[in-house]
């Protein structure tokens, strides 16, 4: 894993920006800290920070392949699980390789077939390639969209990176926020609208998403979608598959020169991806290490709910007792889960899932010291139908965003100059219904399995991506590559045609998953019911934040104080009203926490509102 950046204009020299790409490359270090390349021509600039992990000597980026009096620059960031089969059918083509990287196949392949080279890889990625020659630089991300690309197309530059601060570190740039952008941040975030950079001329490429750049501009399109199809696989069949595509993926994610381990919470999706790596690892006499991620007095605090109905620590302790890995747990305290808030900001560069995300950086940091690659289990629950939106049919049925019902509660934030400049019904209902208008669903029948395809449709193209941003800059924060196995194209496309009386089987939440996985776990936590990501159950948290918020809204020099009603914050910290923002996992404490990471965003970043 890695972190490109780069910039392309064809009316100036960039050989004399040598600083500029320096400080660019600076801000993109914790992505990479192993090595570091830039590679500069007349017109075009490629910078890459590198994590090492396969073929460490000889994987070095910027890396240059020539062809026909054509040369080649990559800048590229993630991983091929399919690269030894593309080596194979390259190779069959007569063309040689001098590594093992993953790069060089990839680059290799762009040589070989062009913009149809992104069909063939299944893996996470963000790359740019420049042709020397032709002067034309290729873009593209991976299809579920795990890898970030951000891009700035104004006044003939073009300037991308994998994270924000990079692009505005280029000084092409200015930190600034519309009215479009505080409404992604009030009325949508921490999700935000596929494409939206969120900064005011700010981009990010889709998922699934390959195109152009050259003297004529950008040009991109989506190479790949889910489209809907029969399915004629029995139940027994459809079983075998998910088995078969679900370890094969677990087992492809483990391949690394470096030290490989997993996220363990004792839930049904860490859980089976522990079990596989173990019995992987053991096979090959090396032992596996897991990471548990608990709060401290949460065994005191905790309280059973409709989303929550026990603990994680006991079934991380049947887990341990199960796999022969040695366990690692982590346990926060309220202190620092709230000053990490604001690393979680410059991670993200935008607020986001508050301690969700935080407690997820300091987890990172702890595993960065034993291991350089984790495997996590998340998408499983937007792919299997896990959630409780799936399930519960009134929920199901709603108009509009299940996870975020709180349009109305969100929008009573913002002061009148800035709320009267927008629609908030209209804002946030046009985004779900552009999204479910672009579920196939044209083969389909029944009314519930195509309302099931919007679902999964929904979920893969908003909440999905939310928790996706989250994993990849934490983690990459830390320096550390965590790999989504769930995540795997083939998973999705299949799953997205199995009907829902198979994805429901005998009535559990991921009922097909747990069936077809029947063997990798204990009872007890193969068929456990379903429980959201841990969160801190301690009431010091909410006092915490309760009091970062109150002295930011008693400065009058506060930027927050810019956008947001003080007196609804002042209400938010008095009423007892447990209105959720995102999901379950964002009640009050998240919400005031939310607001502390928005101030923060506004003065570290020095957004100008416009």
Not at 125 to 153: H, M, N, Q, S
Request: charged share 30%.
């Amino acid at each position: 894993m890695c972190s490109i950046a780069g910039k392309i204009n064809f009316h100036e020299d960039l050989r004399e920006e040598t600083a500029t790409f320096v400080r660019m490359q600076r801000t993109l270090t914790r992505r990479g800290p192993d090595d570091r390349g830039i590679f500069t021509t007349p017109h075009a600039s490629l910078i890459h920070t590198r994590l090492a992990v396969i073929d460490i000597e000889n994987g070095k980026q910027p890396m240059t392949e020539s062809d026909e009096n054509q040369d080649y620059i990559i800048v590229y960031n993630g991983e091929l699980y399919n690269t030894e089969e593309i080596r194979r059918e390259l190779a069959s083509y007569g063309v040689t390789f001098r590594s093992r990287s993953d790069t060089e196949v990839l680059l290799k392949s762009y040589i070989k077939w062009k913009e149809r080279c992104v069909e063939k890889f299944n893996g996470i990625f963000a790359f740019a390639i420049w042709e020397k020659k032709t002067e034309k630089l290729f873009i593209a991300r991976d299809r579920i969209g795990v890898k970030p690309f951000f891009y700035y197309d104004r006044n003939g530059e073009f300037i991308f990176a994998s994270e924000i601060k990079s692009i505005l570190a280029s000084g092409c740039v200015e930190a600034e926020a519309d009215i479009n952008s505080i409404s992604e941040i009030i009325l949508l975030g921490p999700g935000r609208t596929q494409g939206c950079g969120v900064f005011r001329n700010i981009e990010e490429l889709p998922p699934a998403t390959c195109g152009y750049y050259d003297e004529n501009g950008l040009k991109t399109w989506k190479y790949w979608t889910l489209e809907d199809k029969e399915h004629t696989d029995n139940l027994n069949t459809t079983i075998e598959k998910v088995r078969f595509l679900v370890t094969d993926s677990i087992e492809r994610q483990l391949v690394s020169d470096v030290p490989v381990c997993t996220f363990l919470s004792g839930g049904l999706d860490s859980s089976l991806i522990s079990s596989v790596a173990d019995r992987y690892f053991t096979a090959r006499g090396e032992k596996l290490h897991t990471f548990s991620l608990d709060y401290k007095d949460n065994d005191i605090y905790f309280k059973e709910s409709k989303f929550q109905p026990n603990s994680d620590s006991s079934f991380i302790k049947i887990m341990s007792d199960y796999l022969n890995a040695e366990n690692h747990i982590v346990k926060l305290d309220t202190e620092e889960l709230a000053c990490a808030l604001y690393d979680a900001v410059d991670a993200r560069d935008l607020p986001g899932m508050v301690d969700v995300d935080s407690s997820l950086l300091l987890l990172c940091r702890e595993i960065k010291k034993q291991g350089t690659v984790a495997l996590s289990g998340e998408c499983a629950d937007e792919i299997f139908g896990g959630y409780p939106w799936y399930r519960d049919k009134t929920i199901r049925e709603i108009d509009g965003f299940p996870w975020a019902q709180s349009t109305a509660y969100r929008y009573k934030f913002l002061k009148n100059e800035f709320s009267e400049k927008i629609n908030p019904h209209d804002f946030v209902y046009n985004r779900y219904r552009k999204t479910v208008d672009s579920a196939d669903t044209s083969k389909t029948k029944s009314a519930l399995d195509r309302r099931m395809k919007e679902m999964m449709k929904l979920n893969l193209d908003w909440f999905m991506q939310t928790l996706l941003d989250r994993k990849d800059r934490m983690s990459m924060y830390c320096g550390l590559e965590v790999r989504v196995p769930f995540c795997d194209y083939r998973i999705a496309e299949y799953l997205y045609n199995v009907p829902w009386e198979y994805k429901d089987y005998n009535h559990y939440e991921k009922g097909l998953l747990r069936k077809a996985m029947e063997g990798y776990l204990p009872d007890e936590v193969l068929w456990r019911k379903k429980s959201p990501y841990p969160k801190t159950h301690n009431p010091s948290y909410l006092k915490k934040v309760s009091e970062m918020l109150d002295e930011i809204i008693n400065d009058p020099s506060s930027p927050l104080l810019q956008i947001i009603k003080k007196r609804e914050l002042e209400k938010l910290l008095t009423e007892d009203l447990s209105q959720p923002w995102y999901g379950q996992l964002m009640t009050t404490p998240q919400t005031i926490a939310y607001f502390v990471q928005f101030d923060y965003w506004l003065r570290k970043y020095k957004v100008r509102i416009i």
